[in-house]
T-cell receptor, first 112, second 117 residues
Framework: EAQVTQNPRYLITVTGKKLTVTCSQN?????MSWYRQDPGLGLRQIYY???????DKGDVPEGYKVSRKEKRNFPLILESPSPNQTSLYFC???????????FGQGTRLTVV | AQKITQTQPGMFVQEKEAVTLDCTYD???????LFWYKQPSSGEMIFLIY??????QNATEGRYSLNFQKARKSANLVISASQLGDSAMYFC??????????????FGIGTKLQVIP
């Protein structure tokens, strides 16, 4: 089954404790993105990747890092999480610029 | 300026009626794509329909159609024959940067649609 898998689905952590949210897709898609969703703000792009080793900043990259060492994986790293990074995070992948994005199920992160 | 504007925070529609969800966009790119996604209360993001900037015909997918007016920079979603299962949050999104080799995506803040029996 074609899918984008994020882990974990829910995470509560403390300020400053490094964490990684994993994202994996099994569709051989070149394009992958991370978004955060906050009430009243819609989804905002954090980082995106056009292919292996090619990443670029979206609209809200501060406080996040990503890597794309393999085509299927695109982890999101929070080196020192802060409470303002409490949000719902989505990973998405697509095969081309004019094709739909397949979204993961989301990761609800709470930073206390 | 907002890149994607959805001016209707909430909408009600009677079951079996049609409804139009508004979306206007702002870009200087000549090549871009417009998308609509549905997010039910369960939280997943579901792709509905896509319109490319060079597509001359309005996109249609089953009960969904996209009313694309390029000169007015609008990409409204029309849902015909509304069903109770259409109650959800709807997001308009734009992908830019095709010719520049990058891929920025901007979402609107969404419209919450409620279908009344």
């Amino acid at each position: 089954e074609a899918q984008v898998t994020q882990n974990p689905r829910y995470l509560i952590t403390v300020t400053g404790k490094k964490l990684t949210v994993t994202c994996s897709q099994n569709m051989n898609h070149e394009y992958m993105s991370w978004y955060r969703q906050d009430p009243g703000l819609g989804l905002r792009q954090i980082y995106y990747s056009m292919n292996v080793e090619v990443t670029d900043k979206g609209d809200v990259p501060e406080g996040y890092k990503v890597s794309r060492k393999e085509k299927r994986n695109f982890p999101l790293i929070l080196e020192s999480p802060s409470p303002n990074q409490t949000s719902l995070y989505f990973c998405a992948s697509s095969s081309g610029v004019n094709t739909e994005a397949f979204f993961g199920q989301g990761t609800r992160l709470t930073v206390v | 300026a907002q890149k994607i504007t959805q001016t209707q925070p909430g909408m009600f529609v009677q079951e079996k009626e049609a409804v139009t969800l508004d979306c206007t966009y702002d870009t200087s790119d000549q090549s871009y794509g417009l998308f609509w996604y549905k997010q039910p209360s369960s939280g997943e993001m579901i792709f509905l329909i896509y319109q490319g900037s060079y597509d001359e015909q309005n996109a249609t997918e089953g009960r969904y159609s996209l009313n694309f007016q390029k000169a007015r920079k609008s990409a409204n979603l029309v849902i015909s024959a509304s069903q109770l299962g259409d109650s959800a949050m709807y997001f308009c999104a734009m992908r830019e940067g095709f010719s520049g080799g990058y891929q920025k995506v901007t979402f609107g803040i969404g419209t919450k649609l409620q279908v009344i029996p």
